[in-house]
């Protein structure tokens, strides 16, 4: 049944329908994905559209859910770990009912976290994916959507990269705007989504690449000029710009000075 519904779900985008990316910054950035390591990505895809009101895109090999301002991606791997712990300890929905949601992921047999008021005065819980990706999110009764990205929270350890030094490498290599999200004063904006950044609780944070959050992504104008350009400055990619024809995107990858995978992409406003 599961893999009907996804073969449905992908025949009702055979064109290519508009991902709701917001608007490129003055810099050409714009808020992109997160990517999720998963032991069943048709399951995987159902459970964040079912539960979030996502839409599932399905292009070639990549299979994505997208929501208003991002899309979450899925690659079928069984993660080395969970998030929590690594220096993506989880990424964040507004959602405009917080209590059906918990209710909606109890019933299927997952783990949620207590309601708590969250940084911005706001009613607040965690939901656990299956293979222990750490899902924050927050009420907002004034949403049309049933839900939105909201944030991404990176965490260090405070030693060779604090979580100030973090923020300001994103708001000078990305134009992120420094601005406080309620408590937390180490944040920053770009279009569609919010970056936080915190401190490691357990000491030393874990690098993101195999775990349940692999890697986010930023979606840039003119990627292959920005890659050379992030090059001459000293940033040193692990995958450099390539087109892929298959799935119409330009991808490039770099790790930042935490250890968060990174990919930057052309191409996902157009799905």
């Known amino acids: 049944m599961r893999l009907l519904l996804i073969a449905a779900a992908a025949l009702l985008i055979a064109s290519p329908a508009r991902a709701q990316l917001a608007p490129e910054n003055d810099m050409g950035v714009t808020y992109g994905h997160v990517h999720l390591n998963v032991a069943d990505i048709d399951a995987s895809m159902l459970l964040f559209a079912e539960h979030f009101g996502g839409e599932i895109v399905v292009k070639g090999s990549l299979h994505t859910v997208k929501f208003p301002n991002f899309l979450l991606a899925f690659s079928g791997s069984e993660p080395t770990s969970g998030s929590g712990g690594t220096v993506m300890d989880h990424f964040g929905f507004k959602v405009r009912d917080i209590e059906p949601v918990l209710e909606g992921w109890e019933a299927a047999g997952l783990e949620t976290q207590d309601i708590f008021v969250g940084a911005e005065g706001y009613k607040n819980a965690f939901v656990i994916t299956p293979e222990g990706a750490r899902v924050e999110l927050q009420e907002d009764p004034q949403l049309t959507e049933k839900a939105t990205g909201y944030h991404i929270h990176f965490w260090t350890d405070q030693s060779e990269v604090t979580s100030e030094y973090l923020m300001n490498w994103y708001a000078d290599h990305f134009g992120a705007e420094i601005h406080p999200r309620g408590r937390i004063q180490t944040s920053a904006n770009v279009p569609g989504m919010n970056l936080s950044f915190g401190n490691c609780s357990a000491g030393n944070c874990t690098p993101t690449q195999g775990t349940a959050i692999d890697h986010v992504g930023f979606e840039v104008d003119n990627l ?38 990174v990919e930057l992409t052309e191409g996902y406003d157009d799905y």
Not at 231 to 240: C, D, I, K, M, N
């Open 224 to 261: 292959e000029q920005v890659v050379a350009q992030l090059q001459a400055r000293g940033v040193e990619f692990t995958t450099p710009y390539r087109y892929i024809d298959s799935i119409d995107l330009g991808i490039a990858y770099f790790v930042d000075p935490a250890g968060t995978r």
